[in-house]
């Protein structure tokens, strides 16, 4: 009986960090979903902006007076990696 104690000790505490990653998962909603346009290369973006202000989908560095400054994924790991 001892053993089999043992044994499902283990698979419970898998349980109980499952159901706490699925409970911080469940808090990040979508918020927005912007249409902007990349500044090297010209293509479309679409941004996923989540209730937690993180994003993904592309590169913004900075909101200036003209506008703001967004990179695809294609141009800014290029740009990244040299290949310009």
């Known amino acids: 009986m001892g053993g089999e104690e ?6 419970q505490n898998k349980l ?3 159901d706490k990653k699925m409970k911080m998962q469940e808090l990040q909603t979508i ?3 912007l249409k ?3 500044s090297i290369c010209g293509a ?3 941004v996923l902006v989540y209730n937690t202000r993180q994003y993904r989908g592309g590169h913004n560095f900075f909101r200036g007076r003209h506008g703001e400054y967004w990179e ?9 990696q040299g290949v310009y």
Do not use: A, F, V
């Open 31 to 33: 918020e927005k979903r």
């Open 36 to 38: 902007r346009t990349c």
């Open 44 to 46: 479309g973006i679409r």
């Open 16 to 18: 109980k960090n499952y």
């Open 6 to 11: 043992l044994k499902e000790r283990p698979n």
């Open 72 to 80: 695809c994924p294609k141009c800014y790991w290029n740009h990244r």
